[in-house]
């Protein structure tokens, strides 16, 4: 099991507190470089989609986006539009019989727990086509640990997110750092990596 009932009550009591919160700068410039590196008219997995804001942003493109998360109440805010398909999920019950242009895991697998990383990073590359592309977005840092809200994070080095992705058969070819604070009101650094299946 890679989630967590205590990360998951957060986001379940304070879904609308969380869209809020993501709605400031949105779209992001992460989610712009990585829309700008999918072929016109792609087929896209939100992977831990939260309220769905990144999900609309591509399909308003036309980009045809599949769109899951752990949390119900998430999915309840994730917008109606024709080309988003929703459904609640976690990272090892989602459908991954469909082979995706690009997945986008923004800030979602900060919650699974270190050991399960390689396992979860090789059933994404296997959801990719080949040269397909991936972007991941994590908290820098060193550890696991919960914040104050109680979600539990696995903090990582650049370093060792471009080795976990060298070893489930990624090509790291860029990264975009920057930091923000968080629904826990505390100013943390993040890496967004973007690589090639």
Same mark, same amino acid.
């Given at each position: ?24 700068? /949105? &779209? ?22 939260? &309220? ?10 036309? /980009?045809?986006?599949?769109?899951? #998360? ?40 900060? /919650? ?34 919960? #914040? ?50």
């Amino acid at each position: 099991m890679t989630y967590d009932m205590k990360t998951l009550q957060v986001y379940e009591t304070q879904s609308s507190d969380y869209l809020e919160n993501v709605t400031k700068e /949105h &779209p992001s410039k992460t989610l712009k470089y990585f829309e700008s590196n999918l072929p016109e008219k792609s087929y896209v997995l939100d992977y831990g989609c939260g &309220p769905g804001l990144c999900a609309e942003y591509l399909a308003n493109l036309g /980009h045809n986006v599949t769109a899951f #998360d752990a949390s119900q109440n998430m999915i309840q805010l994730v917008p109606k539009h024709e080309r988003i398909r929703s459904y609640q999920a976690t990272f090892d019950t989602f459908l991954d019989n469909r082979i995706f242009d690009g997945i986008w895991a923004s800030f979602s697998l900060l /919650h699974a727990e270190r050991k399960d990383f390689p396992r979860l990073l090789s059933r994404i590359k296997r959801s990719i086509k080949p040269n397909g592309l991936f972007s991941i977005g994590l908290k820098l840092g060193a550890g696991e640990k919960r #914040d104050e809200l109680g979600r539990r994070y696995t903090y990582v080095s650049q370093n060792e997110l471009d080795q976990l992705l060298t070893n489930s058969g990624f090509i790291v070819f860029n990264h975009i750092l920057g930091e923000d604070i968080g629904l826990d009101g505390v100013l943390s650094k993040w890496v967004f990596a973007y690589a090639r299946a």
